[in-house]
């Protein structure tokens, strides 16, 4: 049987970013996928994520973002790869809202770049966008897009380089844990290690359950669509990013990218499901398409043109939308991520080092408490 020093459950965003982070420190690790990273079945596909600073969800959030940006930035350099582009990001939504009021909460305690505009100056600065007269935005000029598979492919590049072993199409069967190891049981073989990083996205409660953890975690069917949009109003290098928080829904879309079109997904509703059992024919649902073109029409109505493409993608939600970034109550040598709720992708680089600090530490950089599995 192999023994390695951390065996990681998962080789998806933070998966493959905290193997870099353990092998880059000496770290003997062996990475697990039942796929093969990058690839469809998780939650980084769909070739682009939006990183935002002054964070909405939460004041607390910002030195955590802030630190994944110097490391995607990181990233970008050690493999020459483009990762990042920045767009800035568009909130929108009505007065009152509560998103927005953390959005200029955030920049005022962080002192992040950050533009209010009225309803009449978007629609001057981007004639693509219409308003009503009672909504405002917040622009966050420096924010924008990340390449959301190829940073995982120079994760995993240079994880490999530092020494980590990656076992791809290799599903985990079995997670025994004893005092001073784990055993992690796959279909082909078994691997020894003194410790291992639960991070299998849409498939952590079923392994967090033989642990003993019955997390209130609720994987769910999301998709995103991108259609043929006026390039003049949309494209990359005019047009943001953007986030709508409407009074009983949320969007969120990205520029036309090369001539891709709009892509834009709705970020609240969504089917549980098993991820097992997941239908990922699009338009399965008429919301699949129905709810973002309705959006569309409503606010963006030159980028509601054909549908040229649609994706299913998983969310797996915890009740407060917060994260899960922990050890287990009773092992200290068993570490989980989880539960990133359709808004952890730009902090993945940051989660990774945070998982590989405890695992290597005992110990995070940063203060990880709102993040506490025993919060449930």
């Keep these: 049987m192999e023994s390695f020093d951390v065996i990681i459950v998962g080789a998806g965003s933070v998966g493959m970013a905290a193997g870099y982070d353990l092998a880059k420190k000496g770290v003997r690790t062996l990475l697990l996928d039942a796929y093969d990273p990058p690839h469809t079945m998780g939650s980084h596909h769909g070739d682009t994520r939006i990183i935002r600073y002054a964070y909405g969800e939460g004041v607390q959030y910002v030195p955590l973002v802030l630190r994944a940006k110097e490391l995607w930035k990181e990233l970008e350099d050690l493999s020459g790869v483009p990762l990042f582009t920045q767009t800035g990001v568009l909130s929108a939504g009505p007065v009152g809202c509560q998103f927005l009021q953390e959005v200029q909460d955030s ?26 007269e009672d909504f405002y935005t917040c622009l966050e000029p420096d924010s924008g897009v990340l390449y ?8 995993r590049k240079l994880a490999i380089q530092h020494g980590a072993v990656l076992r791809t199409h290799t599903r985990v069967t079995g997670l025994q844990v004893e005092p001073d190891h784990v055993i992690v049981q796959t279909e082909n073989a078994s691997y020894r290690g003194a410790k291992v ?5 849409a498939w952590n409660p079923s392994i967090l359950q033989s642990l003993g953890l019955h997390l209130p975690l609720v994987p769910t069917r999301k998709t995103v669509a991108w259609f043929e949009a006026d390039e003049d109003l949309y494209q990359s290098a005019k047009f943001p990013a953007f986030v709508f928080t409407l009074r009983d829904s949320m ?18 509703a969504g089917q549980p499901i098993d991820p097992d059992q997941l239908d990922r024919t699009f338009g399965t649902f008429s919301s699949d398409e129905g709810d ?12 509601a043109g054909r549908l040229t493409q649609g994706k299913v993608c998983i969310y797996t939600m915890t009740p407060d ?3 899960v970034i922990d050890r287990h109550p009773e092992h200290e040598h068993v570490v989980t991520t989880a539960g990133f709720s359709g808004h952890g992708f730009k902090f993945a680089s940051a989660v990774g080092e945070a998982a ?13 408490s709102m993040f506490s ?4």
């Design 107 to 132: 920049a005022k305690q962080f002192s992040l770049p950050l533009e209010v505009l009225q309803a009449q100056e978007v629609h001057e600065r981007w004639p693509g966008i219409t308003l009503p």
């Design 148 to 155: 959301s598979e190829a940073c995982i492919r120079a994760y």
């Design 197 to 201: 990083l639960v991070s299998a996205g």
């Design 251 to 268: 969007f969120y879309g990205f520029p036309s990218f090369d001539g891709s079109g709009v892509k834009i997904g709705r970020h609240d």
């Design 292 to 303: 973002v073109r309705s959006f569309l029409e409503s606010y963006m109505p030159q980028a």
């Design 321 to 323: 939308e917060h994260f």
């Design 356 to 368: 590989s600090q405890l695992l290597t530490d005992g110990k995070a950089s940063h203060n990880l």
């Design 373 to 376: 599995l025993l919060r449930f």
